[in-house]
């Protein structure tokens, strides 16, 4: 079984200031990972994935995340926060070990407020 | 190019009635995902086509709901009975090959279903 866990249901960060969004994940197999972001009345958006290869992601928008298999994490970052980056985070895990199951499993997602 | 569209985008059923909910995806994309985001959760994967195929069903909560892609492009989720527990979010997102085990999925804006 996959499962994935946002720990915080919400952030705050002062613009300017680097951001942290925390997600934790379980697997059989190894994690294909994925960031999405959702803003309001509008579906999610990708981000950013991790598939294999280096522990540190880049994706759009200037975010990144970092795959730590030790403490099965994939902590979403971003080195300056905008206001416009405020918004509801989610990230979503399937197991490359759940072979002919299709599921995305997400989190519950973590809303960021970004203070100007 | 344009992205998955979903209509309606609003819908406001009395307990009973049946609701039809259309997903066009991006032209060619295969994978076709149908996902229920309940109010402060993240998605939940209900259905997969490839193609025209319905490779899992696991996700759908009852036998009231049911799924459709005959065509390999446009999908309905049909609701039959609505319940106030289906009240949510219904989601669709595409992706452009097969399983789309490790691609991004493309969302559209969502359908908000209203029972009362």
């Known amino acids: 079984a996959q499962s994935v866990a946002q720990p915080e249901d919400q952030v705050n960060v002062a613009e300017g200031n680097p951001l942290t969004v925390k997600c934790t994940y379980s697997?059989?197999?190894?994690?294909?990972l994925f960031w999405y972001v959702q803003y309001p009345n509008r579906g999610l958006q990708f981000l950013l994935k991790?598939?294999?290869?280096?522990?540190l992601v880049k994706g759009s928008y200037g975010f990144e995340a970092e795959f730590n298999k030790s403490q099965t994490s994939f902590h979403l970052k971003k080195p300056s926060a905008l206001v416009s980056d405020s918004a509801l985070y989610f990230c979503?895990?399937?197991?490359?070990?759940?072979?002919?199951?299709?599921?995305?499993?997400f989190g519950k997602g973590t809303k960021l407020s970004v203070i100007p | 190019g344009a992205g998955v569209s979903q209509s309606p985008r609003y819908k406001v059923a009395k307990r009973g009635q049946d609701v039809a909910l259309r997903c066009d995806p991006i032209?060619?994309?295969?994978?076709l995902f149908w996902y229920q985001q309940a109010l402060g959760q993240g998605p939940e994967f209900l259905t997969y086509?490839?193609?025209?195929?319905?490779?899992?069903k696991s996700g759908l909560p009852s036998d009231r709901f049911f799924a459709e892609r005959p065509e390999g492009s446009v999908s309905t989720l049909k609701i039959q009975r609505t319940q106030q527990e289906d009240s949510a979010v219904y989601l669709c997102?595409?992706?452009?090959?097969?399983?789309?085990?490790?691609?991004?999925?493309?969302f559209g804006p969502g359908t908000r279903l209203t029972v009362l």
């Open positions: 991790y598939i294999t290869g280096d522990n």
């Open positions: 032209s060619g994309h295969v994978s």
């Open positions: 086509f490839q193609n025209e195929a319905q490779l899992d």
């Open positions: 979503a895990v399937r197991d490359d070990a759940g072979a002919g199951s299709y599921q995305l499993t």
């Open positions: 997102a595409s992706s452009l090959v097969t399983g789309g085990f490790f691609n991004e999925q493309f």
């Open positions: 697997v059989s197999g190894n994690p294909y």
